[in-house]
């Protein structure tokens, strides 16, 4: 396989395995592009991204633009002659004079079987419609949100207690994977981009915190989903009184138990809350305010609540 001058361009967790990986491989990665360093956390200290600390780690040139619109940022970038650029989760849009530039084009490793669920947030909107599978599509980017064409796919199935931190995890170390196998295809000519289908396209709205509250009108088996897709961002919560509690994790419990109670009741002292359909959802790790992950039962006789209180 030709060794490659590659511009990587990624920003969160997900795109560290990938970059390892194209290092790894001993293409020459000529820079790392990745979004600039933000206050974070309660002392809004400034942190750096996971791929500027990864990039620095290996010794690579780390560049922070806040725009890619900018032309002298584009001369910069043309300046580095890369046969390809690899995207993974950047979160900046590359205008169609940076698309331009490489050779092999822009590559972009994208966390849903496309045509399903592109744009922001695809894997957690996978978990959260109950999809049976995911995957990731390596494709051409176009001035589209991820309407370019498809070079490779791949499947993962999405398991019952899957969270969107444990896929996350799998897809990101699927997709280093792939990286590599469709550049070493592309450059052998071995592997032709594919246009997307026009049937089944659905789109991955970016999530919001108060997407994370729980409607106890819904059915369990979404509020399980729910649940899991937003573990552990931006997590799920629920009202008691004026205090947010987080739901960790929680489990599906059967009709009989559901009907005991109108949605959103507590049932027992398990921490078990009847749901509008489909049974009850029993809360098995939360989070309250300024507390410690706890079991629901723990929390519960912390909060001294009687069975037959209304959450909202």
């Not at 791929?51 to 032309?71: F, K, N």
């Not at 584009?74 to 650029?85: N, R």
């Not at 469709?182 to 709205?205: D, F, I, K, R």
């Not at 959802?281 to 929390?299: C, F, T, Y």
Request: with cysteine; hydrophobic share 45%.
């Amino acid at each position: 396989m030709p060794k490659l001058r590659i511009v990587f361009m990624g920003t969160p967790d997900f795109a560290v395995p990938a970059l390892r990986a194209l290092h790894d491989a001993g293409h020459s990665l000529v820079a790392v592009y990745c979004q600039p360093p933000k206050p974070a956390g309660r002392g809004q200290a400034v942190r750096k991204t996971p791929v500027q600390i990864a990039a620095e780690a290996l010794g690579l040139d780390v560049r922070t633009p806040a725009t890619l619109r900018d032309p002298v940022e584009q001369e910069t970038l043309k300046a580095l002659y890369p046969d390809v650029i690899v995207v993974a989760a950047y979160g900046l849009i590359l205008p169609q004079a940076v698309l331009d530039i490489p050779p092999m084009g822009c590559l972009n490793i994208h966390g849903s079987l496309l045509p399903r669920w592109r744009g922001a947030a695809p894997l957690h909107r996978a978990l959260l419609a109950g999809d049976a599978q995911t995957g990731i599509t390596i494709m051409q980017m176009d001035v589209g949100l991820d309407t370019g064409p498809m070079l490779m796919k791949e499947a993962l199935p999405i398991t019952e207690v899957m969270t969107a931190q444990s896929l996350h995890d799998d897809m990101a170390a699927l997709g280093a994977r792939m990286i590599v196998k469709a550049l070493e295809a592309v450059s052998a000519g071995t592997l032709s981009a594919m246009p997307q289908p026009s049937e089944g396209v659905t789109y991955a709205a970016k999530l919001s915190r108060e997407e994370g509250r729980i409607d106890w009108a819904k059915s369990a088996q979404e509020l399980e989903r729910q649940v899991r897709a937003f573990y552990p961002w931006p997590s799920s919560f629920f009202l008691c009184g004026q205090e947010k509690i987080k739901v960790l994790k929680a489990s599906l419990i059967d009709n009989a138990a559901g009907a005991a109670g109108a949605a959103g009741a507590l049932l027992d002292e398990q921490m078990t809350v009847a749901c509008g359909s489909g049974g009850a959802l029993r809360l098995d790790i939360v989070q309250r305010e300024g507390k410690k992950p706890a079991s629901g039962a723990d929390a519960l006789r912390g909060l001294r609540l009687a069975v037959g209180t209304f959450f909202s």
